[in-house]
């Protein structure tokens, strides 16, 4: 039987600019300490590790847990593109609702250079080449970023579908500035207004460079473990994930060609309803929830596909300012990737770290009042989208 598997412990470093960081295991291991420490034990006490990075050599993961002890236990490495963070907790839930082990260590972190992601390796064929025959197939290649081709391309499609105006993408960015405002983990903290961000270089219509989330470093942690583990320990009333699931691509998500399912919509569409179905708790009764939005364009679409708004209607959701304090949901209080940043193996700790905050009432600046219910979106092309359900009673 699946037993409940709680989060008693997140931590998390502040942002930087690539260039301006750590080395990656000194961020992990920061992160670590800082989960351990919040959850009240020690590092011995901890079963099992998973490490999640993208850019990296094999056996970073045992490099930065080494920084904690050098205790014997499995340390597990983890690479799932953009979705790294969240697989890597998935990876730990399962651990631990199956019995296998009673406290895991969870790390997300990246040390990122500067300027576009880039293929590594150039004497193979991308592990995005069906999603690179998409793009052939509807608009044809350009010089632009690969990301930015994908999602800007998604925007299209959607923009033509609905009819959205262009401004009402900028919006989302407007607001991601607004609540970064109030995150001193944040990389940029400075408001920006519509003009602003519409008026910015653009990188691939309708994308204008404000809209895409900067390369990042930074790391996160958490530290997950069984009742009988927290009740050993003292930890009472902790924050606990209701439901969790992890999807990969769909014959659709290729055929007949789109620029929308291309970038993970029905993945997300799927993995919510699992998690809406497991948790019997429904986008209605979210409170807060943390959305990838690696460009403005995915979190327009997240909103559809995870049934905060009904398809078509992600443009008068964000008018009426349903996605922010006020409304009916607040999404990405912490910044979201767009404004906090994205470190790829870090932003699924770093979403589970903003949430289990906001459970607690621990926000600060940013508490959003009365939250009891939260849900997490990451996803990565290539392809793998993780949705998480916390609850705090």
């Not at 999640?52 to 002890?69: F, I, K, M, N, W």
């Not at 991601?176 to 408001?191: G, I, T």
């Not at 997950?224 to 003292?234: I, K, N, P, Q, T």
Request: some cysteine; aromatic content about 8%.
């Amino acid at each position: 039987m699946s037993r409940r598997v709680n989060v008693i412990g997140v931590g998390m470093t502040p942002f930087t600019k690539p260039g301006a960081s750590p080395p990656y295991y000194r961020m992990a291991s920061d992160a670590g300490r800082l989960a351990l420490g919040d959850a009240g034990i020690p590092y011995g006490a901890v079963e099992q590790v998973y490490a999640g990075y993208v850019y990296g050599d094999s056996t970073c993961g045992q490099r930065s847990a080494y920084e904690l002890g050098l205790t014997g236990i499995p340390i597990l490495n983890v690479n799932n593109n953009c979705s790294t963070g969240s697989t890597a907790l998935w990876l730990a839930r399962q651990a631990i609702a199956s019995g296998a082990a009673e406290c895991v260590l969870v790390l997300g972190f990246e040390q990122m250079a500067k300027g576009p992601l880039v293929t590594r390796f150039d004497d193979r064929e991308s592990p995005l080449g069906l999603h690179i025959q998409v793009i052939d197939e509807v608009q044809g290649a350009s010089s632009a970023p690969l990301a930015a081709q994908m999602f800007g391309g998604a925007g299209r499609e959607y923009l033509d579908r609905h009819g959205t105006r262009k401004e009402t993408l900028g919006m989302i960015s407007v607001k991601a500035r607004e609540h970064a405002s109030r995150n001193p983990y944040a990389l940029f903290k400075e408001r920006l207004d519509l003009e602003q961000v519409m008026s910015s270089d653009e990188v691939f219509d309708p994308l204008t460079r404000f809209q895409c989330c900067p390369p990042t470093c930074g790391a996160g942690s958490a530290v997950l473990c069984s009742d009988e583990f927290a009740a050993r320990h003292g930890i009472a009333n902790p924050v606990y994930i209701a439901a969790q699931a992890m999807t990969t691509d769909y014959p659709s998500s290729f055929q007949p060609a789109s620029m929308i399912k291309m970038v993970g919509y029905d993945m997300s569409a799927l993995a919510a309803r699992q998690v809406y179905e497991a948790s019997g708790i429904g986008p209605e009764d979210v409170q807060v929830a943390e959305l990838h939005d690696c460009f403005t364009v995915n979190e327009l679409l997240t909103y559809e596909a995870i049934g905060l708004c009904p398809e078509g209607g992600a443009e008068q959701f964000i008018r009426d300012r349903d996605n922010t304090y006020g409304g009916r949901i607040v999404t990405n209080p912490s910044g979201g990737l767009l404004s906090k940043g994205h470190p790829l193996g870090a932003t699924g700790l770093a979403q589970c770290t903003e949430l289990v905050w906001q459970l607690r009432g621990a926000a600060g600046p940013r508490q959003v009042e009365g939250a009891h219910v939260a849900l997490q979106h990451n996803i990565g092309l290539g392809g793998a989208c993780v949705v998480t359900m916390y609850r705090h009673d």
